[in-house]
């Protein structure tokens, strides 16, 4: 009777193949989480330019609904006007550079290269009759190369239709996140449990601020830096001052590596005129980066997240690598926000830490 109900019990014991066993369920458990983990680096790896597209995107309407709020607080109209406003005026100052000043900045882009041309060739063969240099090389193939190699997701929108296309489709994707935030933004929720929506909605609603002050001061930057370069460079006859000052605008979104780009051409641009030419496109690019790291960063910084000079620049480094010029351009907004995520679930176990533990009644 023994050797009996010991056979039918294992009869009916879990097998090796069998998910009831509790041993078996935790490594599949363990190996599903190695092959989720697997699939989704893969799908970020094949999918970064739309990824990165969508992300570009948010920010631009983190950028529309800023504009929006900050319109609200001198016209008192319904949202929708407010936002119609902020999209009228971003048009039209695209036309107006485009149209009014396209065909200046595109005889200076083609002047512009030229110049840098010549002048990295000059400062090559100045290393040379010092010593400093020995290889040859060409400079246009550097830049040629230089230009080619910003990153596998560039190399998909390298072209000049491709670029358009990519800006056409965040600039429309913003319009329609602005339009309706809290739409998307509850059907992100949904798609959650229960218990995390509440989570979710506030490191939501953290996250939207942060990218709206952050793009506030990204665009208040551009605008002081390019019209300064531009009325600073034009008031001394340094050619192609308009080009230099939109550049410099334009490379402000890009902290670091865009004041360092927009200040060499500067001084090349500079010293193919003159030595003293060169010199004060040097003062210029000083008193320009002081004045907007000194007055203008802080500020940001006191009402956003204040993210560190090295982690910004490093950031930009690997995303850049990984992603192109993409990447490099939405480093800061994508840290800001990873940044925001790891503060609010650092706030929330702290929470949870402080509750006192659940009493157990005695039996």
Same mark, same amino acid.
């Given at each position: 009777?023994t050797?009996?109900? /010991?056979?039918?019990?294992?009869?009916q014991a879990?097998?090796p193949?069998?998910?009831?066993?509790p041993?078996i369920?935790?490594?599949?458990?363990?190996?599903?989480?190695?092959?989720?983990?697997v699939?989704a680096?893969?799908?970020?790896?094949l999918?970064a330019?739309?990824?990165?597209?969508?992300?570009g995107?948010i920010?631009?309407a983190?950028?529309l609904?800023g504009?929006t709020?900050l319109l609200?607080?001198?016209?008192p109209? #319904?949202?929708?006007?407010?936002?119609a406003?902020v999209?009228?005026?971003?048009?039209?100052?695209l036309?107006?550079?485009?149209i /009014?000043?396209?065909?200046?900045?595109?005889?200076?882009?083609?002047t512009?290269?030229t110049?840098?041309?010549?002048q990295?060739d000059?400062l090559i063969?100045w290393? !040379? /009759?010092?010593?400093?240099?020995?290889?040859d090389?060409?400079?246009a193939q550097?830049?040629n190369?230089?230009?080619?190699s910003?990153?596998? %997701?560039t190399?998909?929108?390298s072209s000049v239709? #491709?670029?358009?296309?990519?800006l056409?489709?965040?600039?429309?994707?913003?319009i &329609?996140l602005?339009i309706?935030?809290?739409?998307?933004e !509850?059907?992100v929720?949904w798609?959650m449990?229960?218990s995390?929506? /509440?989570h979710? &909605?506030?490191?939501s609603?953290?996250?939207?601020?942060?990218?709206?002050?952050?793009?506030?001061?990204?665009?208040l930057?551009?605008?002081?830096?390019?019209?300064?370069t531009?009325?600073?460079?034009?008031? &001394?006859?340094?050619p192609?001052?308009?080009?230099?000052g939109?550049l410099?605008g334009?490379?402000?979104?890009?902290?670091?590596?865009g004041a360092?780009?927009s200040?060499i051409l500067?001084?090349?641009?500079?010293?193919?005129?003159?030595?003293d030419a #060169?010199?004060y496109?040097l003062v210029?690019y000083?008193?320009?980066?002081?004045?907007?790291?000194n007055i203008?960063v802080p500020?940001?910084?006191?009402?956003?997240?204040?993210l560190?000079?090295?982690?910004?620049?490093?950031?930009q480094i690997l995303? #850049?690598?990984?992603?192109?010029?993409?990447?490099?351009?939405?480093?800061?907004p994508?840290?800001?926000m990873?940044k %925001?995520?790891l503060?609010?679930?650092a706030e929330?176990q702290?929470?949870?830490?402080d509750l006192?533990?659940?009493?157990?009644?005695?039996?």
């Open positions: 009777m050797k009996q109900a /010991s056979e039918q019990s294992e009869a879990p097998g193949s069998e998910f009831r066993d041993m369920r935790n490594e599949m458990k363990r190996a599903g989480v190695w092959i989720g983990l699939i680096v893969a799908l970020i790896a999918l330019h739309p990824i990165l597209l969508i992300l995107a920010v631009f983190a950028g609904d504009g709020r609200g607080r001198v016209l109209i #319904g949202r929708g006007w407010r936002l406003i999209l009228l005026t971003i048009i039209a100052f036309t107006w550079v485009f /009014s000043a396209g065909n200046q900045l595109a005889e200076q882009a083609a512009l290269q110049t840098i041309l010549t990295v000059r063969l290393a !040379r /009759s010092q010593g400093l240099l020995q290889a090389f060409d400079p550097i830049l190369y230089a230009m080619g910003v990153g596998r %997701v190399a998909a929108v239709v #491709g670029g358009l296309t990519a056409f489709m965040i600039f429309i994707l913003g &329609y602005a309706e935030p809290r739409l998307y !509850r059907g929720g798609l449990p229960q995390e929506r /509440s979710f &909605y506030e490191i609603a953290t996250m939207g601020k942060t990218l709206r002050r952050l793009m506030a001061g990204r665009i930057g551009m605008l002081v830096e390019g019209v300064a531009w009325v600073m460079l034009g008031l &001394y006859g340094i192609m001052a308009a080009l230099l939109v410099t334009l490379l402000v979104f890009i902290p670091n590596i360092a780009i200040g500067m001084v090349l641009v500079g010293f193919s005129v003159s030595v #060169g010199l496109c210029v000083f008193v320009v980066q002081f004045v907007d790291g203008i500020m940001i910084a006191k009402r956003t997240v204040d560190a000079p090295a982690l910004v620049l490093g950031a995303f #850049g690598a990984l992603f192109g010029l993409l990447g490099l351009a939405l480093a800061d994508i840290i800001a990873i %925001v995520f503060e609010k679930n929330r702290s929470r949870n830490s006192p533990a659940p009493s157990r009644k005695e039996s």
